[in-house]
């Protein structure tokens, strides 16, 4: 006998009554395609998923599972068949495995059935245990801790177990168009999202000449370090020039970054609509710079009645900050390469903007030409599995 099993435990989804089901479906197709070069053996029940192991090192494998959305914990687990003579020896092989002289054991009777309960099955492998070692019990702080599962067709046995990323398996709770900026903040929105089961699809407003193409390179990397995640994400680049150029000939400066915003929203939406994601997402954070005062968020959502989500909305900018490093995007973030939010950034802009006026600058000029204008010229970029591949 040995440790030879993966143990995915699920969290969330045991909320899920009804939808469980679909839920450990998609769970499971996405573990599959997480371990697709490893070849492994997979199979699920209500309340776990199985990876066999064989003779691969477990390392690597987690380390991949627990970049999979959906997950809660990873255990590696000794299968024995349900009988007390196999849970006994089973025990005692992995506490000499560990070689603590202190030890707990924990015991989950799911099968009701087991002639003795949870207390009782603890005790008497406790006994075993006490009996054929030099090991000593130790309620508080022990050295190993080997938690027992009895179910009905076998027993599995742990001392040890990881953290997955939690949420809910991607693309369960649909597909969003989420506007990418390439700064600090929209990469960790976009992953706060995939957490959640969230599929994103990306959308950059490019201001060539003014801003450099190496722009989309620095997003095309972000996009690599946001596959361990979702392995497949559409970036399309919106040629954003004329509306910006309209914008600082018709509009007076403190209002520029307002009615700029309402034109993104307005084509993030459209293009929402044209994908068929169910929301329009963005990287902002409450009060972080003038367009996102609650004042400017009402007056620049005003243009569309389609959900927007924010999900750093309350997040400060240090805590966003540790999450992109922790990601890898932070130090490709912060290359010193402009998009079109900064390049015509003014000095003083509104941070508390009036409706009525927002409305009255962008009457102005002919925005909704130019919105098509952009509709209709739009690249789109696939990067899957950490490279550029072809259109889908």
């Not at 179910?151 to 989420?178: F, N, Q, W």
């Not at 998009?339 to 409706?355: E, S």
């Not at 927002?358 to 030409?369: I, V």
């Not at 509709?375 to 550029?388: D, P």
């Amino acid at each position: 006998m040995k440790a030879d099993t993966l143990m995915i435990h699920y969290g969330e989804l045991s909320t899920k009554g009804d939808n469980r089901k679909a839920f450990i479906t998609c769970l499971l197709h996405n573990v599959r395609v997480a371990l697709k070069k490893f070849g492994l053996p997979c199979h699920a029940d209500r309340d776990h998923i199985y990876v066999q192991l064989g003779e691969e090192d477990p390392r690597p494998i987690i380390a991949r599972l627990k970049e999979v959305s959906g997950i809660q914990r990873i255990s590696v687990v000794m299968k024995t068949a349900p009988q007390l003579e196999e849970m006994r020896e089973g025990v005692l092989q992995l506490l000499k495995e560990e070689n603590k002289e202190t030890f707990k054991i924990d015991v989950k009777r799911v099968d009701k059935r087991f002639p003795l309960d949870s207390y009782g099955i603890t005790c008497d492998l406790a006994d075993y245990v006490l009996d054929h070692s030099d090991y000593a019990v130790d309620l508080h702080q022990p050295g190993a801790k080997v938690k027992v599962t009895l179910r009905s067709d076998a027993a599995y046995l742990s001392c040890h177990e990881e953290l997955g990323l939690g949420g809910y398996p991607l693309g369960m709770i649909g597909k969003v168009t989420m506007m990418l900026s390439g700064g600090i903040d929209s990469p960790v929105a976009a992953y706060a999202l995939i957490r959640r089961g969230i599929k994103v699809e990306c959308l950059h407003f490019a201001s060539p000449p003014y801003t450099s193409y190496a722009v989309v390179d620095k997003l095309k990397d972000i996009l690599v370090c946001l596959n361990d995640y979702q392995p497949d994400i559409k970036l399309q680049i919106v040629p954003f020039t004329k509306i910006q150029e309209a914008i600082y000939e018709s509009v007076p400066e403190p209002y520029c970054i307002t009615v700029m915003r309402r034109m993104m929203i307005r084509i993030a939406v459209a293009m929402a609509k044209k994908n068929k994601a169910l929301a329009v997402a963005t990287g902002e954070s409450i009060g972080q710079v003038a367009s996102q005062t609650l004042e400017s968020i009402g007056v620049i959502e005003e243009v569309t009645n389609f959900p927007i989500l924010r999900p750093l909305c309350v997040e400060d900018k240090l805590s966003i900050i540790e999450q992109a490093k922790r990601l890898g995007t932070y130090e490709i973030s912060i290359r010193p390469y402009e998009d079109c939010c900064t390049i015509f950034k003014p000095k003083r802009p509104k941070t508390k903007p009036k409706l009525e006026d927002a409305k009255f600058y962008e009457s102005k000029f002919d925005y909704e030409t130019l919105i098509q204008e952009c509709l209709q010229n739009i690249e789109t970029i696939y990067i899957s599995e950490g490279k550029e591949v072809e259109g889908k």
